[in-house]
């Protein structure tokens, strides 16, 4: 068994080296350049730019974000009664100001 899995891994590695004669850089076509497997940063920058989050608006939170404003409300006795009669965005806004996200 332990032959077969040498003879296996040999196979494997012969396999490889056959394949990058094969592509060596003098028959690649010069589509990638000569980067290979790292970019410059500012290239890197622009393919992996992340979405940024959308300015606060109060239809659009989670119910994550809706969550720990109810927690934040409910430590004020006005703002908790408040949220049961107006709603969570309304109460928090009155009480606390601006939704921080």
Known sequence: ????????L???AYVCL???AVDSPATK???HGDQ???VKKDLA???MRQKRAAPADPTNLSVAQLESLR???E????????MDVSGIIAAYTAYYGPIPY
Request: proline share 0%; net charge negative.
């Open 29 to 31: 076509s010069d589509s």
């Open 45 to 47: 920058s622009i393919i």
């Open 18 to 20: 056959c394949e990058g």
């Open 1 to 8: 068994m332990k032959t077969f899995t040498i003879l296996i």
């Open 10 to 12: 040999c196979a494997f």
């Open 71 to 73: 927690e934040v409300c």
């Open 36 to 38: 290979g497997v790292f």
């Open 75 to 82: 430590a004020d006795l006005g703002c908790e009664h408040m």
